[in-house]
């Protein structure tokens, strides 16, 4: 895995999977220190699109494995928002037509 950080050290997934590897053998400090290093690789391509719900999703999976679970719950209800709002083609929050020609809250048909 290293070999391929050489050929682009930006790849988050690739720190993301060696906190997991340390994790795995029980090296907690290597383990954090990879995660860290994702999460702010994914931050920084955050800063470039910041409305895709799989990076707030992937962003919530490292604050979880690094323990921070207010911004893990953030960053997630985050993700919901976005898929959501894409998956309706705006804001979620807005009054649609139901089905049935009833008027129903976005919130309800997901």
Known sequence: MRSAL???PELA???S???DFYRKLGNEEKARAEYSEALRLERLALAKNSDSPERWRTIAGLHRNLGEYDEAA???AR???LHKNQ???GDHRTVIAGSDSGIMFSDEVL
């Open 17 to 19: 999977w060696l906190g």
């Open 6 to 8: 050489s050929i682009d």
């Open 87 to 89: 998956k309706l083609g």
């Open 74 to 76: 953030a960053a997630s």
């Open 79 to 81: 993700a919901t928002t």
């Open 13 to 15: 997934y690739i720190y």
